[in-house]
C-alpha cells in the first residue's frame, strides 16, 4: 500500500468513525418545564439528553428570567418543548434570537389547540399528557428515524401508565362530583374541572397568579367561603407566597377545611406519573375526612 492509499484509508475509517459515533450522540432535548422533559426522557429513553430549565419547586414559574446558560443549551437543541400561552414567554424570545435548522418544537398549547387567556397550566390536565407524548414520539421518529421502534415501544409504555392517571381520575369523579372547593391559584383548576370539583373563588386566583391585588370583595366572598365551610378543600399552591393566600391558607386551618398543597413545578427525582398520583392520593384523603 502507497503512503497515499493508507492516508486515505486512514482518513476514510476516521471520517466513518466520526459518523458513527454522532449517530450514537443521545439527541439534544430541550424542555422548557421538567414535567415536559420528564415526558420527553420516557418516551426518548438513552437516545435523548434533556436539560430541563424550569426545574425548581421552590420558584415562581411566572416570574421566571432565562439566563445565558438557557440560550446555550437551546442553540444545540434539535428537539424543543414547552408550554406556551404567556406562561414561558422568555422561550419565545430566546427562539427567535437563536433561530436553527432543522429544531423540532413541540408548543404544547398551540398542539391543543388553547387559546392565550385559557387556564395556562395544561398539564394539570389528564387528557394532555397522552397527547404531548404521542407528539414526542411523532418527532423524536421524524429526527432520529433509526431508533424509531424503541419510541414506538417506550410511547405505549408511557400511555399505558398514563391510563392509570385517567382510571384514577374516573373513580375519584364517580365518588366526589360536584364537591364544591377552591383554591388560592388556578394551578389545580383543570384536574379539579376532570374530577367534576365544583370550583369556587375563581377571580381571586386569577388576581393572585397574575401577582395582583384580589378586590375586596373577592376576598371576602372566599373569607366567607372558608369559615362558614362552604368548601370542603383549599388547593394550596406550595409555589408562590402571596400575602393574601397565605392569610387564607391560615383562615382554613383555623375553620376546619382541609388544605391540599400542590406545586406547579414536578419536585427533583419524580417522574410525573408518580407526581400526579401522590397529589390525587393526598387530595383523596382530605375528601375523605
Ligand atoms: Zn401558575
Known sequence: MSALTKLFAFAALALSTALASAADQPLAVVAAENFYGDLVQQVGGPHVQVTS?????????????????????LSAARLVIYNGMDYDPWMTK??????????????????????????????????????????????????????????????DQVLASLAVIGQHVQSL????AGTAVTATEPVF???????????????????VMNNTEPSASDIAAFE??????QVRVLFYNNQASDPSAKRMRTLAQQS????????????????????MRSQLDQLEKALNH
Open 173 to 176: 369523579r364517580v365518588r366526589y
Open 53 to 73: 430549565i424550569m426545574n425548581n419547586p421552590d420558584q415562581d414559574p411566572h416570574l421566571f428570567e432565562a439566563s445565558v446558560s438557557t440560550a446555550r443549551a
Open 189 to 207: 383548576g383543570l384536574m379539579a374541572q376532570a374530577l367534576g370539583l365544583t370550583m369556587r373563588n375563581e377571580r381571586f386566583q386569577l388576581a
Open 224 to 229: 366567607r367561603d372558608l369559615k362558614s365551610r
Open 256 to 275: 376546619g377545611v382541609k388544605v391540599v398543597g400542590i406545586s406547579e413545578t414536578m419536585p427533583a427525582g419524580r417522574h410525573y406519573q408518580d407526581w
Open 94 to 155: 430566546l427562539l427567535t434570537a437563536a433561530r436553527a435548522q432543522g429544531r423540532a418544537e413541540i408548543v404544547v398549547g398551540r398542539l391543543l389547540g388553547k387559546r392565550s387567556g385559557d387556564n395556562p397550566h395544561l398539564w394539570y390536565d389528564p387528557a394532555t399528557m397522552p397527547t404531548v407524548a404521542r407528539a414526542i414520539a411523532a418527532r423524536l421518529q421524524a429526527v432520529d428515524p433509526a431508533h424509531s421502534a424503541d419510541y414506538r415501544r417506550n410511547l
